[in-house]
Nanobody, 119 residues
Framework: QVQLVESGGGLVQPGGSLRLSCAAS????????MQWYRQAPGKTREVVAA???????TYRDSIKGRFTISRDNAKNTVYLQMNSLKPEDTAVYYC?????????????WGQGTQVTVSS
């Protein structure tokens, strides 16, 4: 079992920055990979960024160069630094974790944190 708790969302003006945090209830070194998803009103949930056990990161095209995913193993926390925010980044952002060996995977979600980009 893994509990994920997101924080750091809020209201920010276009061009501003926010840093989201996702605190896990156990060592993230034991987690295969962690991702940030987002879901805007009326839209499907989409992956934003991922970080794997070997440190590899991936990003969706629309946020490349603006968002950075990182992790602090000592704090069991994954971050999403979001810069140059745009109104279209407005969404609920969710943390996701995938654990376990092949054939016995388990996935976990946080409760989400609202990010609103508006002037």
């Amino acid at each position: 079992q893994v509990q994920l708790v997101e924080s750091g969302g809020g209201l920010v003006q276009p061009g501003g920055s926010l840093r989201l945090s996702c605190a896990a209830s156990r060592s993230i070194l034991s987690i295969n990979h962690m991702q940030w998803y987002r879901q805007a009103p009326g839209k499907t949930r989409e992956v934003v960024a991922a970080i794997f056990n070997d440190g590899t990161t991936t990003y969706r095209d629309s946020i490349k160069g603006r968002f950075t995913i990182s992790r602090d193993n000592a704090k069991n926390t994954v971050y999403l630094q979001m810069n140059s925010l745009k109104p279209e980044d407005t969404a609920v952002y969710y943390c996701y974790a995938l654990t376990g060996p092949t054939g016995s995977r388990q996935s976990y979600w946080g409760q989400g944190t609202q990010v609103t980009v508006s002037s």
